[in-house]
Every structure is written in C-alpha cells, then in structure tokens.
C-alpha cells in the first residue's frame, strides 16, 4: 500500500522527524532478507542512478502490511 509523504506540506524538520520515526517503529527500510523488509520509500520516475539526497525528497512510502500503513496515517496523515 502506497502513502503519500505530502512532502509539499510539510518543513524539512518534519520530514527528518517522520524519518527517525519510520525506522525507529519499523526498521530499516531496506532489509537484507526479503521477507523482513516492511516498507520502502522513493520517489516518482526513480531510476537506478537517481537516488534520494534527503527526506524532502520522499514522495511515498511503501508498505507491505495495511496495519503498518494505518498506522503511518493514523500519526502522519
């Protein structure tokens, strides 16, 4: 399930808090064993070579599970 981040309305310190707190209650976003990774973030037209220079830069996360994605919305939304 995709979440937007709103990264429009929202500062760059509020961004880096919905960061700590992302991998804080979920983890690393990108885990080693496939079935451990629980969610993903990026970007529209993300391509190999681009890559995310912050958190101002996340559009969406990813979220393999609907509870996680509740949850996000639930403190995030």
């Known amino acids: 399930m995709k979440v937007s981040a709103r ?3 929202r ?3 509020e961004m880096d808090m919905m960061w ?3 991998t804080d209650n979920f983890g ?3 885990a080693h064993n496939k079935n451990l990774k629980r969610w ?3 970007k529209e037209y993300l391509h190999k070579r681009d890559l995310v220079n912050g958190t101002w ?3 969406w996360f990813e979220f393999h599970d609907e509870k996680d994605a509740m949850l996000f919305m639930l403190r995030w939304g």
């Open 20 to 22: 700590q707190w992302m």
């Open 57 to 59: 830069d996340i559009e």
């Open 7 to 9: 990264k429009l309305d």
């Open 28 to 30: 690393p976003p990108i």
């Open 11 to 13: 500062t760059i310190v």
């Open 40 to 42: 993903t973030y990026g």
